[in-house]
């Protein structure tokens, strides 16, 4: 299983990213996809996430900013950020699940700054 995360960068505060995740391959059956970051010196923590239909939950700090799309029955995820702050420096990752495991992809950086 591969996952490709991408569209991270540099921003300033307030500033928009769309981040992009697709699995393969495709006929690898999988019942989520979801979003972590982790930032320097702390614990990789998930962002949001997003199962088969296209159903969703976010932690805390990611609801009414971030916005997460896509279809795990589709092998892809996008994670729209915006109003980005300089806490949300960090390396994000996509993750793919299924019942028993889980597996990770490369990570994409995201610096906000200030």
């Not at 300089?86 to 990752?93: G, H, K, Q, S």
């Amino acid at each position: 299983v591969q996952l490709q995360a991408s569209g991270g960068g540099l921003v300033q505060a307030g500033g928009s990213l769309r981040l992009s995740c697709a699995v393969s391959p495709s006929t690898f059956s999988i019942n989520a996809i979801g979003w972590y970051r982790q930032a320097p010196g702390k614990q990789r923590v998930m962002v949001a996430l997003i199962g088969r239909g296209g159903s969703v939950t976010y932690e805390d700090s990611a609801e009414g900013r971030f916005t997460v799309t896509g279809d795990a029955a589709e092998h892809t995820a996008y994670l729209q950020m915006n109003n980005l702050k300089p806490e949300d420096t960090a390396v994000y990752y996509c993750n793919a699940m299924r019942i028993g495991s889980q597996y990770w992809g490369q990570g994409t950086l995201v610096t906000v700054s200030s």
